[in-house]
């Protein structure tokens, strides 16, 4: 971790959400699984090992697969850096952005109750990584070499590099390896079109999972927060379960509501009265819709001064 902070790397500590179901195969619990200093261990070891990798394929001139990951867009870079200065936050100018100054914000807002949704807002204007044959480095690890390694087993582009490692030991040259550069560049785009696939699969699956549990919750009520903030309503997470649903703008207070981009806003017309992103609210389950995924939430509070749990914490009967 220490290297990591040296080179100035982004590190945004996610928790994870775990599944329990009972003996039935419906789901008991949802429990949040926050990230520890193994984890992190793993982590950094693995990193560590794909670094060398990328360092010996480039040594030797062998086309491969790098794990690439562009500079932020400037204009989603700078819809972030409106929002932040809202708030009070110094932030570098698109054009000058470094990881460091990813690092160096998440250090200054960690103490503030909207953290969470400051650091996902920070993660949102970030681009995707990708497999390409073209290296431009990791910005988000702030590397200029980068490659997947460690897990032939379960991914194409590890194996790629496994392959290319295989034929420079042998004592293969660049010109008679297998893979032609032409060939890399379109593995490059299936890979990367495929992982995207299937993380969009696994977000899938979870939202109908939480779905399913949801409906057992129906008018239950919840401590959240306010996450995204659009036109038409406020996103919101519920803290002890990672579970998010829109509260529509139509439910909120007797008054016409105004989106404010910049600040992350919406501002009643008549009161005056704001919603803005990383609020703290409590919120009541109306509808869940496992056709499209979707849960809606009505609102009961803008805060709490402690977490009460829904009526229950198991299954109930879906119902009809």
């Known amino acids: 971790a220490s290297a990591r902070k040296r080179r100035g790397a982004i590190e945004i500590d996610l928790p994870q959400t775990k599944f329990k179901l009972n003996d039935d195969g419906e789901i008991d619990k949802i429990e949040v699984v ?10 950094e070891c693995m990193i560590a090992a794909n670094v060398q990798a990328a360092k010996f394929l480039k040594k030797h001139r062998i086309p491969g697969l790098y794990r690439v990951h562009p500079r932020p867009d400037p204009d989603r870079f700078n819809d972030l850096r409106l929002y932040l200065v809202s708030l009070g936050l ?4 698109p054009d000058h952005v470094e990881p460091r100054h990813f690092t160096q914000l998440i250090d200054q807002v960690k103490d503030r109750p909207d953290s969470a949704a400051i650091t996902m807002a920070m993660l949102r204007s970030l681009t995707h990584a990708e497999y390409s044959p073209t290296n431009v480095g990791h910005f988000g690890l702030a590397l200029d070499l980068y490659a997947h390694f460690t897990s032939p087993i379960r991914r194409y582009p590890d194996l790629l590099v496994h ?7 042998r004592g293969g040259k660049a010109g008679r390896y297998d893979y032609a550069p032409k060939q890399m560049e379109r593995l490059g785009a299936i890979t990367s079109s495929h992982e995207k696939r299937a993380e969009d699969a696994t977000r899938d699956v979870e939202a109908w999972l939480k779905c399913q549990y949801m409906e057992g919750h129906l008018g239950d009520e919840f401590d959240g927060v306010i996450t995204g903030v659009t036109n038409f309503g406020l996103f919101v997470q519920i803290t002890e ?30 009161s005056g009265k704001t919603y803005s992103l990383g609020e703290a609210m409590r919120v009541r389950v109306q509808r869940v819709d496992m056709e499209t995924r979707k849960i809606d939430f009505k609102p009961v509070g803008r805060e709490t001064t402690s977490v009460r749990k829904g009526r229950s914490s198991g299954p109930r009967k879906r119902r009809a």
């Open 241 to 270: 379960l990672m579970t998010d649903g829109l509260v529509h703008v139509t439910s909120l207070d007797n008054d016409y509501y105004k989106y404010d981009a910049g600040s992350q806003r919406l501002i009643g017309e008549r």
């Open 34 to 43: 926050p990230r520890n200093d193994a984890h992190r261990l793993i982590e």
């Open 90 to 93: 110094k932030v570098a100018h």
């Open 163 to 169: 392959r290319a490692i295989r034929h420079i030991v």
